[in-house]
């Protein structure tokens, strides 16, 4: 142990350094890491000394990460080192799962095919891992934008793959057993790692360098267009304010509602402006004139008012002269502006006068609107409207908010990522200098400036990209390079790893004749003490080995158990399944098994389904029940095997030394006889050798026990699946049971339902939820829906236990519910050769008004010389045959064959487990009447399956309610 603590503390300081070093070159290349040398050691490291390492890696990786990250984060973000560590961590994990399930590793890596599959094993495929843990925890700690997680997630897989590419082989080929294999390849490895690295450095740099001065260009070019299209925006201003000049001298006596229709059509498709308007000339001896009729058109508190240098309105103070704004659109937004007297402007007055002067448009100085809430700078733009004569009726006006002005303008041609600066160098006052853009934009370096010339006045524009321009254009070069670099580093590496594998295999081939009779020496090892099918000892190698585990237990005072492990129906898959699958699937148990044990513990195949479990190193025989519970624990997983789910459980028997005997054989004998007791109190449980007494202990009691009391305090519940017609329209729902442990939580129905039948406490479930169903359906008949038929899974123990019928005539009797709409789903199972007692139960149902359906046809006795006798209504076709629809050619014809051997016989057909379009459509067109499954919902409670939620909002037609 301390040496490994030696190991786990050299793996976390290298860790460690190789990620400070990738950081300096992400710092020189400013585009993160192109290499991450230290994913190669982490993948190297759990490959050779196994996932004990883990946290030596999760530790590095985190260290690493806070020193180069540390003054960037938040106290919030703090959580962000440990996610970085686990994901390494499980990165290196998923790799040496990866290359020992598809057999890469332990292997020499001399031949093409290994090589190629371990390198895009570990790099391409494993690297995923790390990268996509770490843009996800970057995003959740919102220290990276979603805008730029595409490119971080690329550039940090890229970098952890060539890492795992390039820097994996010469570890291995360091520290890799057996030496005269690996270590002949070190140096060639190491040199042509470090090459690589630095050549990829390099044509990044080198890449990275061209794409800055192909953005520049491309940058210039856009920013180009874009000024171009401010300017013409700026001309239709222009143009905008001449059309009202005519419009004012054609019509002398312009209405407010005419200046409007006229003004809506421009700000229509001119957006950005704030306002339009016309200014008059009030004469004091007018004003009280004036400002009595502007409040019969409807303005009732109308006033000529000035405005302050804190944006201030008032009553005008009394002058010769007033320039009222009169007109003004759109007024809503602009009620402020209305008798405006723009001679209390300094900036207004200034431009005013000059335009009147000379009888031309001006633009003001940049200054802060009167109809700004904002901080926002502004322009107006003047232009006077005198008669032939020279009199001057009045000026029109535009005032444009001229950031909102430059974002519309560049609407169509801005790319992604430009920061704009607008000024007028000509400004008087400072602080009004900037009109788009922060306070001193003006005095920043830019990549692009240009001049814009508007109503006599010149405003110079700066363009300059940001971060997340360059972001959005390096990413197509970034994905080129690493789709080239990682063809490129894996083929590289593949050749040299073969090339440095042809001296190895020959001198293989001179070992393989000299070693020929050790060979078969140790094959006759095998065959003697070792199981063929699964490798692991057999009953002769493990009475040896129990031999000197108890005689080092006399020497400790300390216990060995003995764990008789015999897998419980395992018969019944070799029958259904064939032999092949029942052998395949012992390979797994023995795999499972072994991962599940200790590394001192000892597991043996006995013969058949008959395994054996030493577990030495026990202080007390009672901690031999812990060491039984984990392995029936493993057995819950399903196997998956040629494309089934195959459950097992087992029944165990414990023995242990010496308590129970000192004598291998008498021990086997005592655990034997346990898990007899086991397999006695229902299977799937384990249970002590006790003597005469032998008291056992098994887990399938507590599930019972359980199980009845959920019966009784009302954790059990029913969900209802819709049924569905060709049409969509519900037409009815299937009950189905759930139970909701009090502790566990939601317990799946194929936990409980096979154990149900196994114990009988079946009938008392299936009385539980036929009584349900009824009372629901009684519900749902005083609601309106009467028409809906609700149908019930019975078991075939329950059909065939006697008083069947007469226990259905009293849950109809107490629930008042209507037969006609109640359906008793059978299976094949309980119909299977029908007897006349068989077929008098099921006249009697239908008479009774109850309609019969038949689950899960095809699956299992299906036969038609009695599906033609049975009084069924309906053909229920099992998910199993509706899965791989349409594409599936064996499950297409018998589908098809089903629908059409139903539809002769006068049978409805309901198709269950139908997911997806394809397949609804595939059944419609076949004459498929109902169907069910999550394409039209999924089982809900019966509160929610008409509460009108996005989830299935069925919308049905009521009937007239019934009492």
Not at 130 to 139: H, K, Q, V
Not at 247 to 262: D, G, M, S, Y
Request: hydrophobic share 45%; proline share 4%; glycine share 6%.
């Amino acid at each position: 142990m301390p040496a490994f603590w030696l190991l786990s503390l050299v793996v976390v300081i290298a860790y460690f350094l190789l990620g400070v070093a990738a950081d300096l070159i992400t710092q020189s290349t400013q585009i993160g890491a192109p290499i991450f040398p230290a994913a190669g050691l982490a993948l190297a490291a759990c490959l050779l000394w196994g996932y004990r390492i883990l946290p030596a890696i999760t530790i590095g990786a985190a260290l690493a990460f806070w020193y180069s990250h540390a003054k960037d984060l938040s106290v919030a973000q703090s959580f962000l080192p440990l996610l970085i560590g686990i994901g390494a961590g499980a990165q290196a994990a998923a790799g040496r799962f990866l290359v020992r399930r598809f057999g890469c590793w332990p292997s020499a890596l001399d031949s093409t095919r290994p090589i190629l599959s371990f390198l895009i094993l570990i790099g391409p495929i494993a690297c995923l891992i790390s990268a996509s843990i770490a843009t996800l925890s970057l995003l959740i700690a919102e220290a990276h934008g979603a805008d730029a997680i595409t490119r971080t997630w690329v550039t940090w897989w890229q970098g952890d793959m060539f890492g795992a590419v390039l820097f994996t082989p010469p570890l291995l080929a360091a520290f890799a057993e057996p030496q005269k294999l690996w270590r002949p390849r070190l140096l060639t490895l190491l040199l042509c790692c470090i090459f690589s690295m630095l050549v990829l450095i390099m044509v990044l740099q080198a890449l990275q360098h061209f794409d800055r001065e192909r953005q520049r260009a491309q940058f210039v070019r856009g920013a180009s267009q874009q000024v171009s299209s401010v300017s013409s925006k700026l001309r239709d201003i222009d143009t905008l304010l001449q059309s009202l000049q005519q419009l004012v001298l054609l019509n002398p006596q312009l209405t407010r509602a005419q200046f409007k229709q006229f003004s809506s059509h421009f700000l229509e498709h001119l957006p950005g402006i704030q306002a339009l308007g016309l200014i008059v000339p009030v004469d004091s001896t007018e004003r009280a004139t004036f400002e009595q009729r502007i409040q019969q058109e409807g303005f009732p508190r109308f006033s000529i008012v000035d405005r302050d240098a804190n944006n201030e309105l008032s009553v005008a103070q009394p002058a010769d002269e007033y320039l009222t704004i009169q007109y003004v659109e759109p007024l809503s937004s602009n009620i402020r502006a209305m008798g405006l007297n723009v001679l209390s402007l300094p900036v207004a007055r200034a431009a005013i006068m000059r335009a009147t002067a000379e009888n031309m448009s001006v633009v003001t100085e940049p200054f802060t609107l009167t109809q700004e809430i904002a901080r926002q700078r502004g322009v107006v733009s003047y232009l006077p409207v005198r008669t032939a004569d020279g009199r001057l009726l009045g000026v029109v006006y535009t005032a444009l908010r001229m950031n909102d002005f430059m974002q519309r303008a560049l609407t169509e041609s801005a790319t992604q990522g430009v920061e704009i600066c607008l000024f007028d160098s000509a400004a008087q006052a400072y602080g009004n200098a900037v009109l788009v853009g922060d306070e001193n934009c003006h005095l920043k370096n830019s990549l692009y400036e240009d001049a814009i010339t508007f109503g006599e006045r010149q405003w110079r524009v700066l363009l300059s990209p940001t971060v997340d321009y360059a972001g959005n254009h390096e990413l197509g070069y970034l994905l080129n390079f690493q789709s080239f670099g990682a063809l490129a580093s894996l083929l590289f590496m593949s050749f040299v790893l073969l090339s440095t594998g042809h001296r190895r295999r020959v001198e293989a081939l001179v070992d393989e004749r000299t070693s020929d009779l050790e060979a078969a020496s140790e094959q006759l090892h095998l065959l003697a003490y070792y199981d063929q099918l699964t490798g692991l000892p057999n009953r002769s190698r493990v009475r040896d080995i129990a031999g000197q585990l108890f005689e080092e237990a006399r020497r400790k005072n300390s216990h060995v158990s003995l764990c008789y492990l015999d897998l419980d129906h395992f018969k019944r898959i070799n029958d259904s399944l064939g032999h092949s699958v029942g052998d395949r699937l012992l390979v797994l148990v023995a795999e499972r098994l072994t991962h599940s044990i200790r590394g001192t513990d000892i597991l043996a195949r006995l013969g058949g389904d008959e395994f054996v479990v030493l577990s030495t190193g026990l202080d007390a025989a009672i901690q031999a029940e812990t060491v039984a519970q984990k392995l029936l624990n493993e057995l819950e997983r399903p196997f998956h095997l040629m494309q089934h789910d195959i459950t097992v459980s087992g029944s165990i028997g414990i023995a242990v030394f010496p308590d129970h005997g000192e004598e291998f054989e008498q021990l086997m004998r005592f655990a034997d006889t346990a898990s007899h007791r086991a397999k006695q109190a229902g299977r799937n449980g384990f249970a002590m050798f006790m003597g005469e007494s032998d008291t056992v202990t098994a887990a399938p009691l507590k599930l019972q026990t359980e199980l009845i009391a959920a019966i009784e305090q009302s954790q059990l519940s029913l969900h209802y699946q819709p049924q569905v017609d060709a049409h969509a329209n519900l037409v009815g729902v299937e009950a189905l049971i759930r139970w909701r442990h009090p502790e566990r939580g939601m317990v799946p129905p194929m936990e409980f339902i096979p154990f149900a039948e196994e114990t009988g406490l079946i009938v008392r479930i299936g009385e539980w939820t036929l009584e349900r169903a009824c009372l629901q359906q009684r519900q749902w008949q005083s609601q309106g829906l009467g028409h809906l038929s609700v149908a019930v899974n019975i078991s075939a123990l329950q059909f065939l236990r006697p008083g069947f019928v007469d226990s259905i005539e009293r849950i109809l009797r107490r629930t008042r519910a209507n037969p006609e709409r109640i359906e008793l789903e059978l299976t094949e199972g309980a119909l299977v050769q029908p007897d006349e007692q068989t077929m008098k139960q099921l006249h009697q149902i239908r008479k009774m008004g109850l309609s019969l359906a038949l689950d899960d046809f095809g699956t299992g006795y299906s036969s038609l010389s009695y599906l033609k006798r049975l009084p069924i209504n309906k053909i229920k076709i099992d998910r199993s045959f509706v899965k791989d629809l349409p594409d599936d050619r064996e499950d297409a014809a018998i589908a098809s064959a089903t629908i059409s051997i139903a539809q002769n016989l006068g049978l409805a057909v309901v198709a269950e487990g139908v997911e997806t379009e394809l397949q609804r459509q595939f059944l419609h067109e076949r004459g498929c009447a109902f169907m069910q499954g999550y394409l039209f919902s999924k089982p809900m409670p019966p509160e929610q399956l008409f509460a009108g939620t996005d989830d299935k909002p069925w919308q049905v037609h009521r009937s007239a309610p019934v009492a």
